[in-house]
């Protein structure tokens, strides 16, 4: 059975701290990695891994996949009061009709 | 620039009850997905279509039915509904499953009393 374990469940950081949030997989057929953020609402998009080891950032986050462990790991540096959310990884298998398979989710909350 | 739109945004069942949930993209994107949400548990996947013609069960399918009417539209019908099915439900939809990042629909509130 395909697997997605986020850690930690939850996390409560203070603004300006860096965070390290995980994901690991047990799928068979992977093609890509995924993460999201939500806020109440629906998931946003943040970034596509399918590399291992090429790191994708944007601003004060970034992510990088390590294929030969199976995990991901998502870097919020600098955090803000709007980084609250929850943090979504999900896979995408190949064949079979590209199966978008998510985790439990990590919920942050920075405080001031 | 619609995107996945969802109908309806709330609704409450009677247990019993059936309806439909519509989602519609208008990204011309190939593959279509339907989620739950319950607190503590992420999203699960319900079903998932690749391609227009095509359905296939996700992690947890019992209970519902899906149609991929076209390559717009893929809706999820709970024939009888049950308490254990009030969640909120999400549609998604990316344009080549594995290759792209799928978009979100805004969420179904579905409450069965």
């Not at chain 1, 374990?5 to 890509?32: A, I, K």
């Not at chain 1, 996949?65 to 609250?84: P, R, Y």
Request: hydrophobic fraction near 35%; proline fraction near 3%; aromatic fraction near 10%.
């Amino acid at each position: 059975e395909d697997k997605v374990v986020q850690s930690p469940l939850s996390l409560v950081v203070h603004e300006g701290d860096t965070v390290t949030l995980n994901c690991s997989y047990e799928v068979t057929n992977f093609r890509s990695l995924l993460w999201y953020k939500q806020e109440k609402k629906a998931p946003t998009f943040l970034f596509m891994l399918t590399s291992s080891g090429i790191e994708k950032k944007s601003g004060r986050l970034s992510s990088i996949l390590d294929k030969k462990e199976l995990f991901s790991i998502l870097n919020i540096t600098a955090t803000q009061t709007g980084d609250s959310a929850v943090y979504l990884c999900a896979v995408i298998l190949t064949g079979g009709g590209n199966k978008l398979t998510f985790g439990t989710g990590t919920q942050l909350k920075v405080e001031l | 620039n619609a995107g996945v739109t969802q109908t309806p945004k709330f609704q409450v069942l009677k247990t019993g009850q059936s309806m439909t949930l519509q989602c519609a993209q208008d990204m011309n994107h190939n593959s279509m997905y339907w989620y739950r949400q319950d607190p503590g548990m992420g999203l699960r996947l319900i079903y998932y279509s690749a391609s227009e013609g095509t359905t296939d069960k996700g992690e947890v399918p019992n209970g519902y039915n899906v149609s991929r009417l076209n390559k717009r539209e893929f809706s999820l019908r709970l024939e009888s509904a049950a308490p254990s099915q009030t969640s909120v439900y999400f549609c998604a939809s990316s344009y080549r499953g594995g290759y792209t990042e799928a978009f979100f629909g805004q969420g179904t509130r579905l409450t069965v009393v």
